[in-house]
């Protein structure tokens, strides 16, 4: 995953897969540096962890 992506997640608090359950894709996209190319990398590593996005 690219740094623009990963500063989006830090700026908002989201070290850690756990807190990614939280948001929904969609809310994920509004973020600023995260686009759809981070999001198959961001699922795959909630889904090795049994774990998925908000719906």
């Not at 623009?4 to 509004?30: F, M």
């Amino acid at each position: 995953m690219g740094s623009p992506a990963r500063n989006a997640l830090l700026n908002h608090g989201i070290d850690q897969l756990e807190k990614l359950t939280q948001y929904s894709v969609k809310d994920l996209l509004k973020l600023h540096g995260l686009g759809k190319a981070s999001l198959p990398l961001l699922s795959q590593a909630l889904m090795e962890k049994g774990l998925k996005f908000k719906e």
